[in-house]
Nanobody, 123 residues
Framework: QVQLVESGGGSVQAGGSLRLSCAAS????????MGWFRQAPGKEREGVAV???????RYAESVKGRFTISNDNAKNTLYLQLSSLKPEDTAMYYC?????????????????WGQGTQVTVSS
């Protein structure tokens, strides 16, 4: 069974940067979709960025040009580089995996979730 553990969250001022990491344990099939999602208080969990096994990526419109998803297959680690952060980026950020694609931003595709890491951006 795959397990996901996020790290790297924190508190930053607007305009700042963070890098989130998601360490995966267990066997990661080459067909896996991996992604980052976030959930702010009182809001639905939303897709932020996803990456497929061929390296193709998708981003939410609200983070395009500011966030970058990447993975290191040798380390079984997924990353999310957050730049030019805004107060509206404040949320709990979750790493997720899906055994099969398509690798879309919909949370319903993903059945393996980490515990989350908090990102707080102050103005």
């Amino acid at each position: 069974q795959v397990q996901l553990v996020e790290s790297g969250g924190g508190s930053v001022q607007a305009g700042g940067s963070l890098r989130l990491s998601c360490a995966a344990s267990g066997y990661i099939y080459s067909s896996y979709c991996m992604g980052w999602f976030r959930q702010a208080p009182g809001k639905e969990r939303e897709g932020v960025a996803v990456i497929s096994s061929d390296g193709s990526t998708r981003y939410a419109e609200s983070v395009k040009g500011r966030f970058t998803i990447s993975n290191d297959n040798a380390k079984n680690t997924l990353y999310l580089q957050l730049s030019s952060l805004k107060p509206e980026d404040t949320a709990m950020y979750y790493c997720a995996a899906a055994r099969f694609g398509p690798c879309l931003l919909s949370r319903y595709i993903y059945n393996i979730w980490g515990q989350g890491t908090q990102v707080t951006v102050s103005s």
